[in-house]
């Protein structure tokens, strides 16, 4: 039966599941997931899991190859693959293939370390002519499922309900082993001492040094421990980056610990007699000069490497003691210039922070735009002069990004072309010395003046090597990093950034400590954070937000945004970007005005209820208006006694109720009794009157 018939195929599910495999669904006729399945790598889902998983008419079903191992032996190539290098298999689960191979399925033994791997026949014509041992991490399609080219199907007396599923042989193992290699210079976590130009610099040494094949490994290993210490010696490399690299690199060519020390330390002399530093910043990135030219500048007064005791080193800081005496720093000016006006200054790193689906992305838009249009931002804030912006994006895409640039551009009434800003959809890794100069370089080729990266948490630890968002001092140095980089470039950076879920106050300004991630309040020099002041109402287009705004020179406040972006048409038509901008106090101005006119109408129409009731009551009990007891009319009216006597006292005012003087109530037993009495006043006849 195939994978069309959905009982059949989830029966088959919660077969391998208490079998110990962990089944998930494929898409129907193929073998993608249908489900994200990360998760059930590092766990099996339970019964109720699988049931809801399979749910679907129509699925594939697969297997997460977790403690298990698939091998795909695909036509005569891979048979011949097979016996060659595995001989006789122990008797194995079986099943074949719509492309007419055959998969074994074998349990791997506690503690045996594996990886996927392929073997090709260099001389096989065709395609699936291949042996591919599949294991943790990947998911194989298993029986009953079916694509357009036919079934997978159990090998007869082969069947998973047929035999057990045999532990993988040792001599497949022993094929799927990991190489050992010991783990060369990678990206930096960088040090406040190193720069990236310094540590791009030292990686590509590095790297050089651990490809190193032996017979030239203790030569590479001075030359470029010489070349990376004449980074040290200027400044460029913090020491102790400089020699966990070296080290590392060393051993990842072959070279035992015991053995680098003396070469280590005699390029270390000969680097640290020639300091270098990186080019002049505003035109090295420009220079096509290859980086062994350094070292073999150094080489040429070094001397070679000779056994023996060797010179004490001078011991370098990466750091140089430049201060400024007092009369100096008053005459300097250090004003900063505006970006925009009240909003952000040129030169410090800024975050612009909100929860999801706070229009983070839509106002990053807004902003670039306005910087390389100068017009104002949100058609409020003035930008003195137009600036080249690079808006790098990771999540929205282009036609979201463009759609709304489209729409801002119509709302500013220019074109779209006009703006001095340039567009990017990949977002680089920030914790990468290698993307850090790049960046460095495009920045300094498009001559960019502001560099917005959205969002942040996309990129922040990518490229690093075990870094937590919550440890400051894994975040810190990475954030110094790409800070570093574009304020060598002349740049400021922006960054779009979430803040924590389950907000204390869901609908009040943000504050920084309300952002997520350790670091990032401590390194933002300015901020704008946004808000939602109302939820959402899905579908009506129309947002109220909060946007706070502060910074280390002074500058800041608190504005109230109304955005009308309209409602798509069928068309994808009939958005638009409509901003209105209030102070916060304002804002909270008209808010109280406006409550006290709603609470002064709610009045109004409580007394025009009030009177309506009584009047209602008092025609009702004295239809003939000679009076009526005012207690029985406040019982039969139901109104209490304080909004009895306001009723009455408006009613008279107004000339429609008065007194009965010398009124006489009829209670109970029949006896009377002077009381208070009310009547509506008697109609005058004004038949008589003549003008």
């Known amino acids: 039966m195939t994978a069309t018939a959905n009982g059949h195929v989830l029966a088959a599910a919660l077969d391998y599941l208490r079998r110990g495999l962990t089944p998930i669904p494929c898409q129907p006729r193929s073998k993608l997931p249908a489900i994200a399945w990360k998760e059930l790598q590092t766990r099996r889902p339970t019964e109720h899991e699988v049931q809801q998983m399979f749910g679907r008419h129509g699925l594939n079903i697969g297997i997460v190859l977790g403690d298990y191992v698939r091998i795909d032996v695909d036509g005569d190539a891979g048979e011949r693959l097979l016996a060659e290098l595995c001989g006789d298999l122990p008797v194995t689960v079986e099943f074949t293939t719509p492309s007419g191979g055959r998969g074994l399925l074998f349990r791997v033994p506690p503690g045996v370390s594996i ?69 060369p210079f990678v990206g930096p976590q960088l040090a ?74 005699s390029g270390r002399a000969a680097g640290m007699r020639e300091p270098r530093v990186a080019p002049d910043r505003n035109s ?25 005791p060797h010179e004490p080193t001078p011991r370098p800081t990466g750091y ?17 210039s505006w970006l925009i006006n009240r909003l952000l200054v040129a030169g410090q790193p800024a975050v612009i922070g909100g929860p999801r689906k706070a229009l983070k992305t839509s106002l990053l838009v807004d902003l670039a735009i306005s910087l390389g249009t100068a017009t104002p931002f949100l058609g409020y804030f003035a930008v003195p002069r137009r600036r080249r912006v ?70 922040l630890l990518a490229g690093s090597d075990g870094a937590q968002a919550s440890n400051l001092f894994d975040t810190g140095p990475i954030l110094m990093a790409i800070a570093h980089a574009c304020k060598s470039a002349g740049c400021t950076l922006l960054f779009a950034h979430h803040a924590r879920k389950n907000l204390k106050e869901a609908f009040e300004p943000l504050g920084l400590e309300d952002l ?23 579908g009506c287009g129309v947002h109220q937000l909060w946007l706070g705004a502060g910074g280390s020179v002074g500058h800041g406040g608190l504005w109230t945004l109304g955005i009308d972006e309209g409602q798509l048409n069928e068309d994808f ?53 000679q009076g009526y007891s005012y207690n029985r009319l406040r019982e039969l009216a139901g109104i209490s006694g304080d909004a009895m006597t306001r009723t009455v006292a408006r009613l008279t005012a107004q000339g429609i109720v008065e007194d009965v003087q010398g009124f006489v109530a009829v209670i109970g037993s029949g006896a009377k009794r002077a009381s208070r009495g009310i009547r509506r006043r008697p109609k005058t006849d004004h038949s008589d009157h003549s003008d």
């Open 115 to 183: 990886k996927t791997t392929t073997a090709k026949d260099p001389g096989a014509i065709g395609t699936h002519q291949e042996l591919r041992f599949q294991a943790r991490g990947a998911q194989t399609i298993v029986p009953p499922s079916a694509s357009d080219a036919g079934e997978w199907r159990w090998v007869p007396r082969r069947g998973i309900d047929e035999v057990p599923i045999a532990d993988l042989p040792e001599k497949l193992a022993q094929l799927m082993r990991p190489t050992p290699k010991a783990k």
């Open 192 to 265: 406040v001492g190193t720069t990236p130009y310094g540590a791009a610099a030292m990686k590509r040494e590095c790297d050089k040094l651990a490809a190193t094949r032996e017979g030239g490994r203790n030569q590479q290993l001075f030359r470029s421990s010489a070349a990376i210490f004449s980074l040290v010696a200027g400044g460029e490399i913090d020491e102790a980056d400089a020699l966990a690299a070296i080290e590392a690199a060393a051993q990842a060519c072959g070279l035992p610990p015991g053995e680098t020390e003396a070469t280590i330390n």
């Open 284 to 308: 090295y990135y420009d220079s096509d000069a290859e980086w062994s030219d350094v070292s073999d500048d150094i080489l040429d007064s070094a001397p070679p490497p000779e056994d023996g």
């Open 320 to 336: 140089t003691f430049d201060v400024l005496d007092s009369s100096a720093f008053a005459k300097g000016d250090y004003r900063p």
């Open 390 to 459: 690079a808006l790098l994006s990771g999540e929205s895409g282009e036609h979201t990004l463009q759609e709304t640039a489209r729409r801002i551009c119509a709302a500013k009434a220019i074109g779209l072309e006009s703006a001095d800003v340039l567009w990017g959809f990949r977002l680089p890794q920030l914790a990468s010395a290698v993307h850090l100069i790049e960046i460095v370089r495009g920045l300094h080729d498009h001559k960019v003046e502001a560099l917005i990266i959205d969002p942040l948490y996309l990129c």
């Open 516 to 538: 997520s991630f350790a670091g990032i309040q401590e390194f933002a020099r300015q901020w704008i954070l946004l808000n939602r002041r109302v939820a959402y109402e899905p």
């Open 573 to 625: 038509t009939g958005r638009r970007w409509d901003v209105q901008v209030s102070t916060a106090s304002e804002t909270r101005q008209l808010e109280a005005e406006q409550t006290a006119r709603q609470k002064s109408y709610a009045q109004v129409e409580r007394e025009k209820a009030e009177d309506a009731k009584l009047l209602v009551a008092l025609d009702g009990a004295d239809p003939d208006r």
